[in-house]
């Protein structure tokens, strides 16, 4: 199996432990950031729309069930789907209106899956979660799953049973890297929501049990480290970090801001930290305090093609049509993408409804799109250099062509992180980020071992 080390570039101090390790991670790219346009505008609001289409399993595991009739009346913040089980997410009504039913709704896989329909009355008549009445770890972490919070970052787990790690984990960090190109809310959210994001961490450490907390963000948020430096007590360390992705990737954060290593197949809790996205610790932050449920985010919209780019708080079930006609996006440009354009999604429809872990909406143009034809490999080796689980992609991908999936698993296809990194650096223009991908998929459904 070709995996490199992790590799040095300098040195810190671990805080608690008072060890020496080597910080930076091995591999990884440049990409130009792209960011310089949005991350200037201060986080406005989408207009509410007519009509949402409330999606039910926009997080991992299993989708919710609705839990109000055709015809009924709702509240904003009124839970309107159920968790079905620990790894699945309440869905709350992000208005006033009436429910129209459970219908099909292209979802961004480009198929079909269930949604409700609510129709806006714009009333705006709204219901909270009561009041703590104590704040203890099963509180708070009581509070974190009644209120359907999942990782905002896009991963969409949801965050109480990543927080439940009963004392496994000694560190938390707070991912505020926003490494991909273009999106900006997080580093938004720390600058004008900074007390309530600290609070979240404050909240996210009393329910996970860790004793401190590390704030990873990349050194080209200036304003976002000065305000957390501002708000953050002992308890919670700022840590700028090198601009460079995937600073964000998770085990690429853990070891810059820990020197711990996640072992491949296992879970950051086994390296004893559990690691939360900016926005889920406002949501954490607001489902406490306020007792307001997670019905809307903050999205980056941005690119290109996109006539305003600009930082939004959207409610989940929004169409992005309404935000891309809000923000002049360009429906026929090169390429529309959900997420960062590393490793966010192609959107096949605007008719798709915004969710919980839709952190941006790029409208790419065609200068920003690599769309060279596919030429045979040259072996000039970059895709290696530039991988940061230090994998031979070029490998991979040659087992993947003559269908041995027995020999990608021993390149070690399953440590891929799915970052792009490869793809981006191969002057071949070889889809090798996309070939591992399904790889993967083709691996753990067929159960194949190396
Ligand atoms: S996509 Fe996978 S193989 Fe390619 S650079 Fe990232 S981790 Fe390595
Ligand atoms: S970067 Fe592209 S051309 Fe170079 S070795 Fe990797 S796959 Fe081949």
Request: glycine share 8%; with cysteine.
């Given at each position: 199996m070709a995996m490199r080390k992790f590799c040095a570039s300098f040195e810190v101090r671990d805080g608690q432990e008072g060890r020496i390790?080597?910080?930076?991670?091995?591999?990884?790219?440049?990409?130009h950031g792209c960011k310089e346009r949005a991350a200037s505008c201060a986080i406005g609001v989408c207009p509410e729309p007519q009509q949402f289409y409330?999606?039910?399993?926009?997080?991992?595991?299993?989708?919710?069930?609705?839990?109000?009739?055709?015809?009924?009346?709702?509240?904003?913040?009124?839970?309107v789907a159920r968790a079905a089980g620990r790894i699945s997410a309440n869905v709350f009504a992000p208005a006033a209106g009436t429910v129209r039913g459970v219908?099909?709704?292209?979802?961004?896989?480009?198929?079909?899956?269930?949604?409700?329909?609510?129709?806006?009355?714009?009333?705006?008549?709204?219901?909270?979660?009561?009041?703590?009445?104590?704040?203890?770890?099963?509180?708070?972490?009581?509070?974190?799953?009644?209120?359907?919070?999942?990782g905002m970052g896009g991963a969409g787990f949801p965050t109480a049973a990543k927080l439940d790690v009963r004392g496994r984990a000694d560190v938390l960090v707070l991912n505020?890297?926003?490494?991909?190109?273009?999106?900006?809310?997080?580093?938004?959210?720390?600058?004008?929501?900074?007390?309530?994001?600290?609070?979240?961490?404050?909240?996210?450490?009393?329910?996970?049990?860790?004793?401190?907390?590390?704030?990873?963000?990349?050194?080209?948020?200036?304003?976002?480290?000065?305000?957390?430096?501002?708000?953050?007590?002992?308890?919670?360390?700022?840590?700028?970090?090198?601009t460079r992705y995937p600073q964000g990737a998770e085990k690429q954060l853990i070891y810059a801001c820990t020197g711990r290593k996640v072992p491949e197949g296992k879970l950051?809790?086994?390296?004893?930290?559990?690691?939360?996205?900016?926005?889920?610790?406002?949501?954490?932050?607001?489902?406490?305090?306020r007792g307001e449920p997670c019905y809307r985010r903050v999205m980056t919209v941005s690119g290109g093609a996109c006539g305003r780019p600009q930082n939004l708080w959207v409610k989940n079930g929004t169409l992005l049509r309404e935000v891309a006609a809000l923000c002049e996006g360009d429906a026929d440009c090169a390429r529309i993408v959900s997420g960062g354009p590393m490793m966010g999604e192609p959107v096949f429809s605007l008719k798709v409804a915004a969710g919980k872990t839709t952190s941006a909406l790029l409208f790419l143009s065609e200068a920003e799109t690599d769309r060279r034809a596919v030429q045979p490999c040259i072996g000039c080796g970059k895709c290696v250099q530039a991988c940061p689980m230090g994998l031979s992609p070029t490998f991979i991908e040659d087992a993947v062509f003559r269908k041995d999936l027995a020999e990608a698993v021993r390149y070690g296809a399953q440590a891929c992180i799915g970052c792009g990194c490869c793809s981006y650096v191969c002057p071949a223009g070889r889809l090798l980020a996309q070939s591992i991908k399904l790889a993967k998929k083709q691996i753990k459904e067929r159960g194949i071992h190396g």
């Open positions: 390790f080597l910080a930076y991670f091995s591999g990884g790219v440049h990409p409330l999606p039910l399993d926009r997080h991992i595991g299993a989708p919710a069930v609705p839990c109000v009739q055709a015809g009924e009346r709702v509240l904003r913040g009124q839970i219908v099909g709704h292209i979802s961004p896989s480009g198929k079909k899956t269930d949604h409700i329909l609510l129709e806006n009355d714009f009333t705006d008549e709204c219901v909270s979660l009561p009041p703590l009445s104590e704040r203890t770890p099963e509180s708070v972490l009581a509070r974190i799953a009644e209120a359907g919070i999942v505020a890297a926003e490494c991909e190109p273009y999106i900006t809310c997080d580093d938004r959210i720390l600058r004008e929501y900074t007390e309530e994001a600290v609070q979240g961490v404050r909240l996210a450490l009393l329910a996970c049990g860790a004793k401190r907390a590390v704030v990873g963000i990349e050194k080209n948020k200036p304003e976002a480290i000065a305000a957390l430096r501002g708000a953050c007590g002992e308890e919670i360390e700022v840590r700028p970090l090198r950051p809790a086994d390296a004893g930290v559990v690691v939360i996205n900016v926005h889920t610790a406002l949501a954490i932050a607001r489902a406490v305090e």
